[in-house]
């Protein structure tokens, strides 16, 4: 009979040394509606108990799917009872496309223990099913098994008839595939003699079978330890459960070695080892802490006990709730009962270190209580539920962040440092999500969305198009970082502890691809924007330089593939041995020597609709119309490049570059016009020019060349400029500007929001708030309004006004007229909404702790009014004062007794003083005619100032703030 085993059920333990942890996650393609990921460390493992009624082989039957990018083979680690391992291979690939993996194992009558541990990169688990076999052939007790280095042991060897089977100890043949690795010894013993793989063929009265057999580059050893039994903390006169030692070795065997384990204790007087019973355990004596130790084979594992008073005894009655995987973060205070009384106790430390929140049920955690004033140990119970994981989305786009480099700025090639800011704040947001237990699969999905978006974003924030000139790709690693995986790039193969990093030599940064003394790949690929195909007269030049660094066969320099599949490359240029190939097309040519350790430029000219390419090498003709390797496809997506199999293996590239030539250029941006600024003035301007543009005055007649950045001294009409004609691109299309003649403008004398304060959520409920400006007269001529945060990490705000939620703290919103600089607030207040557990058909979940309330309103004698807000996580207060002119007044006392002063006025002036503790400060103060003065005042007394007058004002009266000033300690 079939019996199903689904992954909650599982025990999860987590390596000591891993930074991830195994865990239950919900998903809906799943059996049971859960899986076991995340089991990515040397040390972690799933862990199911099996109860069979009578002993023989059962067929083991695992749902599993390989989770692991790039479509790379996976696998666990499969040990039955505490046996060695045997690798189990995953059937498909791709993250929860679930397969089955099949085993034949021998299993004991009642209770068996069934390990999946790390084997080869991301598998996943959906369940597994056992049932007795009913076969007549000769069984290897497991289907692998795994030796330490110069182990030897016999396999167990059965035949089966049936559902019945018999051990076969005599009369049996062996043989080892690869003598290296393995040999026969004594006739039925398996001696590893050398690390790698090998095949055990036994063959019993005309039978055999097989057994894949892996030796480890160690001899057999203990490889870690692991004690159960003792709490975390004990009562004077209280023992502790039986103490139970396991010795895991490096062949995936794991031993009970309780007897032969020795025990101490750090302070015997606080808690002792008791060894009378049959089994060890811990007698606690009195209040104190003691660290109990167990040592096997020269491996230990310890375990931090605290023994209390009885009557110091309390009952913590909060629950803490966290996704399975996930570290939880403490509660600040919990309900306890304390000497039979109900009542609040702070968390004054909490301690999860060394706890495994993998598995679901609960877990005790260790804390320190403030109770009646006294600080007493006591545990946290914290429930570990299925998870979404959110949490191991976002350790990978961590990892990403820190180990990719990402060019920012505003020249070719760079990316936009605002959308990459933008991404990273969605990160820390999914990452503040990640830790709640009650998320809902609708908010999970949502978040899903919001990062996919944010880092679609990142990626079509790309500047591609320099002077008119649209690339399709371009990357010279100048703006990298190096050390790091260029971000952009692709990885398509880096196998066997291959590398791709940026390396910098004499100032200049490049792309280095290696591989390791074993045989790897290396290869990436870059990918395309845009339509990258040519007619007529246009032509798709690509670019590259690259540099060998060893002697390897082959390398590809670059592999230009079409659209119509993944193997279909169009074009092709590779090193060879020492030799330059070009791929003609079904035939690879031979066109130039090359050298090791010299750079060379390489480029490639397209003609499409011909179906040939020329190539040239330091821009000399090296071969002349060859056709395409494959002529499919309606266009270029990309480029694949790097080392296909080699050892030692080394290349360099830089440069790259593609792009269509024969068309036009692109229209310009980003340019400006400022229009007449008195009657007859004549004074127009258009901004953002270049020299590589042309303009004209009569709708194209005559087109001048463009001087410098400014278009100047326009009298009002209509002007055209664009990129001018060059011998790769025709001029761009035009961009049409009108200079207006000078008409009077309507100053705008206020500004209001549509609502002064606002409570957004994290967790649930509504985390944006869209705020409206009305700018004041409504006729206004410039009604243009910036908006800020002045907290980006608690919630930002985009260009329109719309306010969105990353963290719990106070940030205030605020509207900025152009015209006139005059402000208006909203003062933002994100929480996390805890819920207490149960149902709720509400609109909002049941809550044990409220939102909090907007700061209360102070009304002054003066007509102003008063904000005290305090930010409960950071204790930072800030109080605003606003006047009904639009007077504004900011304090921001920080705990740290940093003091921050912010004043704007109606007139466009505005101050702002920092004061620390040690009394230094920095003022910056900016007068309504543009005059800045920033003073800057150390804790000794001493005053800096500095002086900025805007353009066309020559000299103006300033006034410097300084403390204790005499006309001795002034100089200039």
């Given at each position: 009979?079939?019996?199903?085993?689904?992954?909650?059920?599982?025990?999860?333990?987590?390596?000591?040394?891993?930074?991830?942890?195994?865990?239950?996650?919900r998903?809906?393609?799943?059996?049971?509606g859960?899986?076991?990921?995340g089991?990515?460390?040397?040390?972690?493992?799933?862990?199911?108990?099996?109860?069979?009624?009578?002993?023989?082989?059962?067929?083991?039957s695992?749902?599993?799917?390989?989770?692991?990018?790039?479509?790379?083979?996976?696998?666990?680690?499969?040990?039955?009872?505490?046996?060695?391992?045997?690798?189990?291979?995953?059937?498909?690939?791709?993250?929860?496309?679930?397969?089955?993996?099949a085993a034949?194992?021998?299993?004991?009558?009642g209770?068996?223990?069934?390990?999946?541990s790390?084997?080869?990169n991301l598998?996943?688990?959906?369940?597994m099913?056992?049932?007795?076999?009913?076969?007549?052939?000769i069984?290897?007790?497991?289907?692998?098994?795994?030796?330490?280095?110069?182990?030897?042991?016999?396999?167990?060897?059965?035949?089966v008839?049936?559902?019945?089977?018999?051990?076969?100890?005599?009369?049996?043949?062996?043989?080892?595939?690869?003598?290296?690795?393995?040999?026969?010894?004594?006739?039925?013993?398996?001696k590893?003699?050398?690390?790698?793989?090998t095949?055990?063929?036994?063959?019993?009265?005309?039978?055999?079978?097989?057994?894949a057999?892996?030796?480890?580059?160690?001899?057999?050893?203990?490889?870690?330890?692991?004690?159960?039994g003792?709490?975390?903390?004990?009562?004077?006169?209280?023992?502790s459960?039986p103490l139970?030692?396991t010795?895991?070795?490096?062949?995936?065997?794991?031993?009970?070695?309780t007897?032969?384990?020795?025990?101490?204790?750090?302070?015997?007087?606080v808690?002792?080892?008791d060894?009378?019973?049959?089994?060890?355990?811990?007698?606690?004596?009195k209040?104190?802490?003691a660290?109990?130790?167990a040592?096997?084979n020269?491996?230990?594992t310890?375990?931090?006990l605290?023994?209390?008073?009885?009557?110091?005894?309390?009952?913590?009655?909060?629950?803490?709730?966290?996704?399975?995987?996930?570290?939880?973060d403490?509660?600040?205070?919990?309900?306890?009962v304390?000497?039979s009384?109900s009542?609040?106790?702070?968390v004054?430390?909490?301690?999860?270190?060394?706890?495994?929140?993998?598995?679901l049920?609960?877990?005790?955690?260790?804390?320190?209580?403030?109770?009646?004033?006294r600080?007493?140990?006591?545990?946290?119970?914290?429930?570990?539920?299925?998870?979404?994981?959110?949490?191991?989305?976002?350790?990978?786009?961590?990892?990403?962040?820190?180990?990719?480099?990402?060019p920012?700025?505003?020249?070719?090639?760079?990316?936009?440092?605002?959308?990459?800011?933008?991404?990273?704040?969605?990160?820390?947001?999914?990452?503040?999500?990640?830790?709640?237990?009650d998320?809902s699969?609708?908010?999970?999905?949502?978040?899903?969305d919001?990062l996919?978006?944010?880092?679609?974003?990142?990626?079509?924030?790309?500047?591609s198009?320099?002077?008119?000139?649209?690339?399709?790709a371009?990357r010279?690693?100048?703006g990298?970082?190096?050390g790091?995986?260029?971000?952009g790039?692709?990885?398509?193969d880096?196998?066997?502890?291959?590398?791709?990093?940026?390396k910098?030599?004499?100032?200049?940064?490049?792309?280095?691809?290696?591989?390791?003394?074993?045989?790897?790949?290396?290869?990436?690929?870059?990918?395309?924007?845009g339509?990258?195909?040519?007619?007529?007269d246009q032509?798709?030049?690509?670019?590259?330089?690259?540099?060998?660094?060893?002697?390897?066969?082959?390398?590809n320099g670059a592999?230009?593939?079409?659209?119509?599949?993944?193997?279909?490359?169009?074009?092709?240029?590779?090193?060879d041995?020492?030799k330059?190939?070009?791929?003609?097309?079904?035939?690879?040519?031979?066109?130039?020597?090359?050298?090791?350790?010299?750079?060379y430029?390489i480029k490639?000219?397209?003609?499409w609709?011909?179906?040939?390419y020329?190539?040239y090498?330091?821009?000399?003709?090296?071969?002349?119309?060859?056709?395409f390797?494959?002529?499919?496809?309606?266009?270029?997506?990309?480029?694949?490049?790097?080392?296909?199999?080699y050892?030692?293996a080394s290349?360099?590239?830089?440069?790259?570059?593609?792009?269509?030539?024969?068309?036009?250029?692109?229209?310009?941006?980003?340019?400006?016009k400022?229009?007449?600024?008195?009657?007859?003035?004549n004074?127009?301007?258009i901004?953002?020019?270049?020299?590589s543009?042309?303009?004209?005055?009569?709708?194209?007649g005559?087109?001048l060349?463009?001087?410098?950045?400014?278009?100047?001294?326009?009298p009002?009409?209509?002007?055209?400029?664009?990129?001018?004609?060059?011998?790769?691109?025709?001029?761009?299309?035009?961009?049409e500007?009108?200079?207006?003649?000078?008409?009077q403008?309507?100053?705008?004398?206020?500004?209001?929001?549509?609502q002064?304060?606002?409570?957004?959520?994290t967790?649930y409920g509504?985390?944006?708030?869209?705020?409206?400006?009305?700018?004041?007269p409504?006729?206004?001529?410039?009604?243009?309004?910036?908006?800020?945060?002045?907290?980006?990490?608690?919630?930002?705000?985009?260009?329109?006004?719309?306010?969105?939620?990353?963290?719990?703290?106070?940030?205030?919103?605020?509207?900025?007229?152009?015209?006139?600089?005059?402000?208006?607030?909203?003062?933002?207040?994100v929480?996390?909404?805890?819920?207490?557990?149960g149902?709720n058909?509400?609109d909002?979940?049941?809550s044990?702790?409220?939102?909090?309330?907007?700061?209360p309103?102070?009304?002054?004698?003066?007509?102003?009014?008063?904000?005290i807000?305090?930010?409960q996580?950071?204790?930072?207060?800030?109080?605003t004062?606003v006047?009904?002119?639009?007077?504004?007044?900011?304090?921001?006392?920080?705990?740290?007794?940093?003091?921050t002063?912010?004043v704007?006025?109606?007139?466009?002036?505005?101050s702002e003083?920092?004061?620390?503790?040690?009394?230094?400060s920095?003022?910056?103060?900016?007068?309504?005619?543009?005059?800045?003065?920033?003073?800057?005042t150390?804790?000794?007394?001493?005053?800096?100032?500095?002086?900025?007058?805007?353009?066309?004002?020559?000299?103006?009266?300033?006034?410097?703030?300084?403390?204790?000033?005499?006309?001795?300690?002034v100089?200039?």
């Open positions: 009979m079939r019996k199903r085993y689904e992954a909650e059920n599982a025990l999860l333990v987590k390596d000591p040394n891993g930074e991830t942890s195994p865990a239950v996650q998903e809906s393609t799943a059996s049971g859960m899986k076991i990921a089991i990515k460390n040397a040390n972690d493992y799933a862990q199911f108990t099996v109860n069979v009624p009578e002993a023989g082989f059962y067929n083991l695992v749902r599993n799917a390989n989770g692991s990018p790039n479509a790379a083979d996976a696998s666990h680690i499969l040990s039955v009872n505490g046996g060695s391992g045997a690798k189990l291979n995953i059937v498909y690939s791709g993250p929860n496309r679930w397969g089955t993996s034949k194992v021998f299993l004991k009558e209770d068996n223990i069934i390990r999946f790390k084997g080869s598998a996943e688990i959906d369940s099913d056992l049932f007795k076999l009913d076969t007549s052939e069984l290897f007790e497991s289907p692998g098994f795994t030796l330490g280095l110069n182990e030897t042991r016999s396999l167990p060897l059965y035949t008839t049936g559902a019945t089977y018999t051990a076969i100890d005599t009369g049996a043949t062996f043989s080892s595939s690869d003598t290296k690795v393995a040999i026969i010894d004594e006739g039925d013993q398996i590893a003699v050398g690390a790698g793989s095949t055990i063929t036994a063959t019993y009265n005309g039978k055999t079978t097989t057994a057999v892996t030796i480890v580059a160690e001899p057999r050893s203990v490889q870690s330890l692991d004690m159960s003792l709490d975390s903390v004990l009562t004077s006169g209280q023992s459960r139970q030692v010795a895991r070795y490096n062949n995936y065997e794991m031993k009970n070695v007897a032969d384990a020795q025990y101490t204790s750090s302070d015997p007087e808690a002792r080892i060894t009378v019973s049959v089994t060890p355990s811990v007698y606690a004596d209040p104190g802490t660290l109990i130790t040592e096997y020269g491996s230990k310890a375990i931090h605290t023994v209390i008073e009885a009557s110091d005894a309390v009952q913590v009655v909060s629950e803490v709730k966290t996704p399975s995987g996930v570290t939880p403490p509660p600040s205070v919990v309900d306890i304390y000497n009384e009542m609040t106790a702070e004054v430390s909490w301690k999860p270190e060394g706890m495994d929140f993998s598995s049920g609960t877990v005790q955690v260790p804390v320190i209580l403030k109770v009646d004033g600080d007493i140990p006591s545990t946290v119970s914290v429930e570990v539920v299925a998870g979404w994981g959110l949490d191991d989305i976002v350790n990978q786009l961590r990892n990403r962040l820190a180990n990719f480099s990402y920012l700025g505003t020249g070719l090639g760079n990316y936009s440092q605002s959308k990459y800011d933008a991404f990273v704040a969605e990160v820390d947001k999914a990452e503040e999500m990640a830790f709640n237990p998320l699969k609708e908010q999970f999905d949502g978040e899903l919001n996919a978006q944010a880092e679609e974003a990142l990626l079509g924030s790309l500047n198009v320099q002077d008119g000139v649209a690339y399709n371009y010279d690693f100048s990298d970082t190096v790091k995986y260029p971000y790039i692709t990885t398509e880096l196998t066997n502890g291959a590398t791709a990093t940026v910098e030599e004499d100032g200049n940064k490049f792309l280095r691809l290696t591989t390791t003394a074993t045989s790897g790949k290396a290869n990436l690929f870059l990918p395309y924007t339509e990258v195909k040519a007619e007529g032509r798709i030049v690509i670019e590259y330089r690259a540099r060998l660094n060893s002697s390897f066969q082959y390398a592999m230009m593939r079409n659209d119509s599949g993944t193997g279909n490359y169009s074009m092709v240029t590779a090193f041995t020492g330059f190939i070009v791929q003609n097309g079904g035939s690879k040519k031979a066109v130039q020597n090359v050298s090791y350790n010299t750079w430029k490639m000219v397209a003609n609709d011909n179906k040939t020329t190539v090498l330091d821009d000399v003709p090296v071969a002349t119309d060859y056709n390797r494959h002529t499919g496809g309606d266009k270029l997506i990309g480029q694949r490049f790097g080392i296909d199999g050892a030692n290349i360099d590239f830089d440069d790259f570059k593609a792009m269509v030539i024969g068309g036009p250029k692109a229209a310009p941006e980003g340019l400006g400022v229009d007449e600024t008195a009657a007859g003035a004074d127009g301007r901004t953002g020019v270049n020299d543009m042309e303009w004209s005055s009569d709708h194209g005559t087109w060349n463009v001087e410098g950045d400014t278009l100047a001294n326009l009002p009409g209509t002007y055209w400029v664009r990129y001018r004609e060059t011998d790769t691109h025709k001029a761009s299309p035009y961009v500007f009108t200079i207006m003649a000078f008409n403008s309507i100053p705008v004398t206020s500004v209001r929001l549509n002064t304060s606002a409570q957004l959520y967790n509504r985390s944006t708030v869209q705020l409206t400006a009305h700018v004041e409504a006729e206004a001529s410039n009604k243009t309004v910036i908006w800020s945060t002045s907290n980006p990490a608690v919630a930002t705000v985009d260009e329109h006004g719309l306010v969105r939620a990353h963290a719990s703290g106070t940030t205030v919103i605020t509207a900025t007229t152009t015209d006139g600089s005059y402000t208006a607030s909203c003062v933002v207040t929480g996390v909404y805890a819920t207490s557990g149902s058909s509400g909002e979940p049941a044990s702790t409220a939102p909090p309330k907007p700061a309103i102070t009304k002054n004698g003066d007509g102003s009014t008063t904000t807000d305090t930010d996580a950071t204790g930072t207060v800030t109080e004062t006047w009904p002119n639009g007077d504004r007044k900011v304090i921001t006392k920080e705990r740290s007794g940093t003091l002063e912010v704007t006025k109606q007139d466009g002036s505005k003083t920092v004061s620390k503790p040690d009394g230094s920095r003022s910056v103060v900016t007068d309504s005619q543009g005059v800045k003065v920033e003073t800057i150390t804790s000794l007394g001493e005053v800096t100032a500095e002086v900025h007058l805007p353009e066309g004002v020559a000299q103006a009266r300033i006034t410097i703030p300084v403390k204790k000033a005499s006309a001795s300690t100089a200039y």
